[in-house]
């Protein structure tokens, strides 16, 4: 039997220091760029929100493609538009390294015409391509947050490392955007966050879902990663609730559960999905949420080899690589509990959650075995 390797997610005095963060304190260089672009590194900077016309637009700021890590920098940014009648509009573009600049002290990132630019209160988009242009703004309405120290740490020295920075959980919006068939001013509420990391996720770990929603007076940020085999598909939580601006409470206290239901098997990935996603938590202060989404449709199913050109494509298929992508949509519900019984509930009928899967069905069968027995 294979020797399982070590994992964690750090949240005592040590790793604070040695990482020079302070608990329960942001600061803007947390947000500029934390690695060296060097091979295996990776690192993106990520926009989206959701207007009140029910537009929605993504903007991405990379150093490299995630899924090609082991090259150098290789600056890209991308926009996703899709319009409330359901037209979508994408475009990517890449730059040189002479035209592109990533700053250590904040978040000031530029990649040709394109940048996002902040402090951790407040930031200006720009993105400039031929068929999309936009220029945003986004306030801080929920302050910076970091699950713990921050990263989730492999191998037994915690050489490798995968990390994350939900620099605004969520914020106002203004946008003007221009595409192919018109022009837009747009009102609404946005998020933006931070990952970077030293070695290809897909090496680290097997699946995650991840979700956030505006339900109501409440904001909720829900993550659960599960870790590729060697690691011996160690779960970690990553959660954020908030009401009215304050964050009531985070999985630093550990009582989260991820209760997922009614699996079936996506055609197109051959992944195993949930229909419905819950996570139950309670607060430091005693209080008991139930947050639930369900799916009612899908808005992107990508096999990632598919996005490959060449002789990376060959190589992935030599190597077996299954990674695939799958966004949703559907509705989210909060549920306040006492005592048994739900006293407060409010529904979002437009959320939005992910499931990011790198390793293999046929591992995820495999651990699911393993943990009942069976």
């Known amino acids: ?190 998020y933006h966050d931070h990952n970077w990391g030293n070695v290809s996720m897909l090496k680290l770990m097997h699946h995650w879902y991840w979700g956030r929603a505006k339900i109501g007076d409440y904001k909720v940020i829900s993550s659960w990663i599960t870790a590729e085999k060697k690691y011996g598909y160690k779960e970690f939580d990553v959660f954020m609730i908030a009401k009215n601006g304050e964050i009531l409470g985070d999985n630093s206290n550990h009582t989260l559960k991820f209760l997922p239901s009614d699996e079936y098997i996506d055609e197109h990935t051959g992944k195993p999905v949930y229909n419905t996603v819950a996570y139950e938590y309670e607060t430091p202060a005693g209080e008991y949420y139930r947050i639930t989404y369900k799916r009612t449709g899908d808005i992107a199913k990508i096999n990632f080899i598919d996005r490959l050109l060449g002789p990376m494509k060959y190589l992935a298929k030599v190597i077996g690589f299954e990674g695939s992508y799958l966004r949703f949509q559907g509705i989210a519900t909060i549920e306040r509990i006492e005592c048994g019984q739900v006293v407060e509930t409010a529904t979002e009928d437009s959320a939005v959650w992910e499931l990011m899967y790198f390793g293999k069905a046929a591992a995820d069968k495999e651990n699911k075995e393993k943990q009942t027995g069976a």
Request: aromatic letters at 12%; hydrophobic letters at 30%; proline letters at 5%.
């Open 1 to 190: 039997m294979s020797k399982i390797l070590k994992s964690i997610h750090p949240d005592d005095d040590m790793h604070y220091e040695k990482m020079g963060l302070t608990r329960n304190k942001i600061e803007p260089w947390e947000d500029g760029m934390r690695t060296d672009g060097s091979r295996g590194t990776y690192e993106w900077w990520y926009f989206d929100s959701s207007f009140v016309d029910g537009t929605k637009l993504v903007l991405q700021y990379y150093s490299k493609s995630p899924i090609q890590v082991s090259g150098k920098i290789k600056p890209i940014v991308t926009a996703e538009l899709t319009l409330p009648d359901g037209r979508e509009y994408f475009e990517q573009i890449e730059a040189s390294l002479r035209d592109s600049h990533y700053a250590k002290t904040q978040c000031d990132v530029k990649i040709g015409d394109s940048y996002i630019c902040g402090d951790l209160e407040h930031y200006n988009l720009v993105f400039k391509g031929e068929k999309i242009q936009a220029t945003v703004s986004l306030t801080n309405t929920v302050p910076a947050w970091r699950s713990q120290c921050g990263p989730i740490l492999f191998g037994d020295s915690e050489e490798y490392y995968f990390n994350w920075l939900p620099a605004t959980p969520e914020g106002d919006v203004t946008a003007d955007v221009t595409y192919p068939d018109g022009q837009l001013h747009l009102v609404g509420s946005g």
